[in-house]
C-alpha cells in the first residue's frame, strides 16, 4: 500500500490516532524533562537602553575646533567607556552593590573586600552589552543593555551606565 499525503484535517487525525502511542511516548518524557530541567536554569533579565549621540548637532551649536575634536573621542571610545573598570566601579559605588563585602573600621574595603569588588566590577564587564543601532556623521544610536538574575538591579545598572556616560560626556562640552 502507497502512502499517499494528507490532504484535509481529518485524515491528518486519522494519521495522529493510529500513532498515538508512538507520539505519547516521545512527547512527555522530553515534556517532563524540559519541565524540570527549567525550574534549575538561572533566569536571566536583561534591561536595554536606547541612546542617541547627535554630533552633528553639538559640533553645529558649538561651531569650534574644540567641539569637533571633543566629539571624536566620544564616538570612538564608548563601548569602552561603558565596560572600563572605572566606569563599573562607579556603578557599583553608586548603587550600593557593595554593601555585602567586607569594610575596615574606617570605611574602606578590606583586602579580601578588594578581591571581590574586583570579581565583580569584571563580571558586571562581561554582562554589558553595548550595540550600534545607527552610526553615521550625524547620529549615533546605540543599544546599552545589562544581564543579571535580579530583574531590578539590572534596570538600575542600566540606567545608571546610561547616567554616568550622559554626564561624563556633557562634563566635555563644559569646560
Known amino acids: 500500500m502507497a502512502w499517499h499525503k494528507p490532504t484535509n484535517l481529518r485524515e491528518w487525525l486519522d494519521i495522529v490516532l493510529r500513532h498515538k502511542k508512538k507520539l505519547f511516548f ?12 527549567s525550574h534549575y536554569w538561572e533566569r536571566k533579565y536583561t534591561a536595554p537602553a ?3 549621540v547627535r554630533t ?9 575646533p574644540v567641539a569637533t575634536s571633543a566629539v571624536k573621542p566620544i564616538r570612538s571610545l564608548l563601548r569602552q567607556d561603558l565596560t572600563s573598570r572605572r566606569a563599573i566601579s562607579q556603578v557599583i ?50 543599544r546599552i543593555s545589562y544581564t543579571d538574575p535580579i530583574p531590578d538591579v539590572a534596570i538600575r545598572v542600566t540606567n545608571r551606565l546610561v547616567d554616568n556616560y550622559i554626564e561624563k560626556a556633557s562634563s566635555l562640552f563644559d569646560d
Not at 516521545?26 to 530541567?37: L, Q
Not at 562581561?126 to 553615521?136: A, K, S
Open 26 to 37: 516521545v512527547s512527555v518524557p522530553v515534556t517532563v524533562t524540559v519541565i524540570i530541567a
Open 50 to 52: 536606547i541612546v542617541e
Open 56 to 64: 552633528q548637532l553639538a559640533t553645529e551649536q558649538i561651531n569650534s
Open 93 to 142: 559605588d553608586d548603587e550600593g552593590l557593595t554593601h555585602d563585602l567586607e569594610f575596615t573600621a574606617d570605611g574602606e574595603l578590606t583586602k579580601r573586600g578588594q578581591i571581590l569588588k574586583n570579581k565583580m566590577i569584571k563580571e558586571m564587564a562581561d554582562r554589558v552589552g553595548v550595540n550600534y543601532i545607527t552610526r553615521n556623521n550625524s547620529i549615533d544610536r546605540v
